[in-house]
């Protein structure tokens, strides 16, 4: 079992003795309950560590649109050429952020410094023939959704979705979480380790000119693999909305919990109509990207379809690296999960499975004896 340092509240010893048992190698784990952290443990690097966060960015970027919609400066039933007039794709806000425009890359694919900058993916994309009729099927704009949800952000505030996150979110809520690390912060970056050669890999991966090829930038040749987008210095340096955040588990979990609770004696950053608004499933089926059956709110993984034991509601967002990042409203639970190797296949780590469920029964043996 891994050695495992950090700390649980009484009653949630399980949870301790459930990650040592699952952890893969490096890995952090810290849960919120209404505002409180009440789980925090790491094995194999510091709690502290900054790691590449991966798909688990875009809940990071999508929260900053749920403020602005709250805010009334983005209504997401207008059309994005509304903000965006060059944007090519006839779909309100609401379906961009559904994985429904049909963008889901460029013909000719994004060499390194191309993918690391959004304001260029956009540009690209904005007059990019749509791969399917838009707002007809969805599919996981995963190397894109950021830059396309960034430039209406941009048009209509005149500042970018890592600027606002910064304000709004990161310093004020003191959120270890960063689109766009500080060259100060380098020193606490811990690189993405690649996944192990195994079996399982010697699988052939999609066609690079396939829909999913070109969703993953697998058609360009000399674009990186997914694996190594955190190790990349531009990346880190530019944080891109969909895949560039650097944070620990601890960012990943506090976002979280000032997103739906009370903290610090500060407010939630969400009103209850607005989680409900971002949580509610947009789209559900069929991802035509990836293949599988997938269930999208609005700009956020809809996560309690992934997870039974979450309550209706749950919104968050995975990561290729393993993490795992959502709030529970109707529970009070934020949760944030992050480590170093990249699974197989790349997507939230297995682990996160038996972490959740012990979490929750956790919780209900808690609030039994309360």
């Keep these: 079992m891994a050695t495992i340092e950090g700390i649980v509240q009484p009653g949630f010893e399980q949870v301790r003795d459930t990650f040592a048992a699952v952890a893969d190698g490096a890995a952090q784990l810290v849960a919120y309950h209404r505002g409180e952290r009440i789980v925090d443990l790491w094995t194999g690097v510091d709690g502290d560590a900054l790691l590449g966060a991966y798909s688990a960015t875009k809940g990071a970027a999508h929260l900053v649109v749920a403020l602005l919609v709250q805010d009334g400066v983005l209504d997401l039933d207008q059309r994005v050429r509304h903000y965006w007039p060059e944007f090519s794709a006839d779909v309100t806000l609401r379906e961009l952020l559904a994985h429904r425009a049909g963008l889901v890359g460029a013909d000719e694919g994004f060499s390194r410094a191309e993918l690391a900058d959004d304001r260029i993916v956009a540009e690209r994309l904005a007059r990019q023939r749509p791969f399917w009729r838009p707002g007809s099927a969805f599919g996981y704009h995963a190397l894109v959704i950021g830059a396309l949800s ?15 996150f910064a304000e709004r979110v990161r310093d004020p809520y003191t959120v270890d979480f960063y689109l766009g690390l500080p ?16 079996p ?12 999913n090829g070109i969703a993953f930038n697998r058609h360009r040749p000399d674009g990186p693999e997914v694996w190594e987008l955190p190790n990349l210095p531009e990346v880190r340096r530019l944080g891109p909305a969909s895949f560039g955040g650097v944070a620990s588990a601890r960012g990943l979990a506090r976002m979280y919990a000032a997103a739906i609770s009370p903290l610090d004696g500060e407010p939630p950053l969400l009103k209850a109509e607005t989680v409900a608004e971002f949580a509610q499933i947009q789209s559900v089926g069929h991802d035509v990207v990836l293949h599988q059956h997938k269930a999208f709110g609005v700009g956020f993984h809809a996560t309690g379809e992934y997870c039974p034991e979450l309550g209706q509601g749950s919104f968050g967002h995975s990561g290729a690296g393993g993490q795992q990042a959502f709030a529970d409203p109707r529970n009070g639970i934020a949760y944030g999960y992050t480590r170093r190797r990249i699974p197989f296949p790349a997507a939230a780590a297995p682990e996160n499975e ?3 469920k012990a979490l929750y029964s956790a919780l209900r043996a808690v609030g039994s004896r309360e």
């Design 150 to 164: 960034g430039e209406v952000v941009l048009r209509a505030t005149g500042r970018t979705i890592q600027e606002h």
């Design 183 to 198: 060259a100060e912060l380098e020193p606490r970056f811990v690189s993405a380790q690649p996944m192990i050669l195994t």
């Design 200 to 211: 399982e890999r010697q699988i052939a991966p999609p066609a690079a000119n396939s829909l």
């Design 354 to 356: 038996p972490l959740i």
